[in-house]
């Protein structure tokens, strides 16, 4: 009778172990899962920035203000420190009336800077009796969705870079936000520990190179692609520019940060020899590929994660033109 006892015993023991050990787990399952950014939160931001209400988000329109402070409001929401002063819209001078960038800082380990930017403003409203708004969905919701969510990603993280996240105003009339935000003195302090800027300039679509892959404007003048793709994450990968012609890598906001000869490249999947919703009433939320965008978000989440000073130190070569 006592044996019997003894082995009920170390049953209830063996039993005990078992189930706290599936409990173990299943909590770091939901905890992992928990930290991905969700398709549904992608789809919001998204939705909201290139909705009819937003008309354009052309700057210097009412509806450009309201994507800026949406903007400061998911920014808040992830609980970013300003860049400067006491807000997170950062003023400029647009036609003798105020227009707004938005920047957030997200503090690391250490004070290198990595930086993460897109414009949220597009070219407002048409003729078109049929469809009368340039939604800008892929140009550039998607671009401001991807910092946003990279901001989601990191928001319960201690990176060990830390972050600066600027939504610029004004690409569309010639990159007057990032010229002014990027000249902003009150910003040294970052500018001068900014080790790159990952600028996101329509992300919307499956790119040339299948999913889960974008190109890197200017590729040929820095070894950013290279040094992201040795810690890259789940097959994530930065290709080469395959539309190098065409002089992307000058005619995006990041150009205002390589005149301080920053690291500064736009990061993009749009195929630019089909892309016929480019300026056009059609880029609107059908041409998301919203499943390709959450899972770009997350694996660069992921792979910016495993960059430290140590490994991710990237420079210019002679052939960049400053």
């Known amino acids: ?22 409990l173990t787990f299943s909590l770091l399952s939901v905890f992992s899962f928990a930290q991905e950014v969700s398709k549904e939160r992608i789809q919001t931001v998204l939705s909201t920035l290139a909705s009819d209400e937003m008309k354009g988000r052309e700057i210097g329109t009412a509806e450009n203000e309201n994507a800026a402070n949406y903007i400061a409001k998911l920014f808040k929401e992830n609980n970013l420190e300003y860049c400067t002063g006491n807000s997170y819209l950062v003023p400029f001078t647009y036609k003798g ?42 140009d550039d919701a998607s671009g401001i969705t991807t910092l ?52 996101f300039e329509m992300v919307a679509t499956e790119s040339a190179f299948g999913r889960n892959a974008l190109f890197m404007t200017g590729d040929e003048f820095s070894d950013l692609d290279e ?70 978000i997350n694996n660069f989440g992921k792979t910016v994660e495993k960059l430290s000073p140590e490994n991710f130190s990237p420079k210019y070569n002679n052939s960049v033109k400053f």
């Open 97 to 138: 009336k105020t227009a707004y960038n938005v920047c957030g800082i997200k503090k690391g380990k250490t004070d290198k800077y990595l930086g993460f930017s897109g414009h949220f403003d597009h070219i407002g409203t048409s003729n078109n009796s049929k469809d009368n708004i340039y939604n800008g969905a892929d």
């Open 227 to 296: 040094l992201f793709n040795l810690n890259a994450v789940n097959d994530l990968k930065i290709n080469p520019d395959p539309y190098a012609a065409q002089q992307l890598f000058y005619r995006s906001d990041n150009v205002s940060f390589v005149k301080k000869k920053i690291i500064a490249h736009s990061f993009s999947t749009v195929d630019m020899t089909k892309a016929s919703h480019y300026h056009n009433e059609s880029d609107d939320i059908n041409i998301v590929d919203f499943d390709n965008l959450t899972q770009i």
């Open 148 to 199: 946003v969510g990279i901001a989601d990603y990191f928001k319960n993280k201690d990176p060990k870079f830390s972050m600066v996240f600027i939504a610029f105003n004004g690409e569309e009339k010639g990159m007057l936000g990032s010229k002014a935000i990027s000249t902003d003195k009150n910003l040294d302090k970052i500018y001068s520990n900014l080790t790159a800027l990952f600028n």
């Open 1 to 22: 009778m006592q044996h019997f006892y003894i082995n009920c015993d170390r049953l209830h023991k063996l039993y005990f172990m078992k189930k706290l050990t599936y």
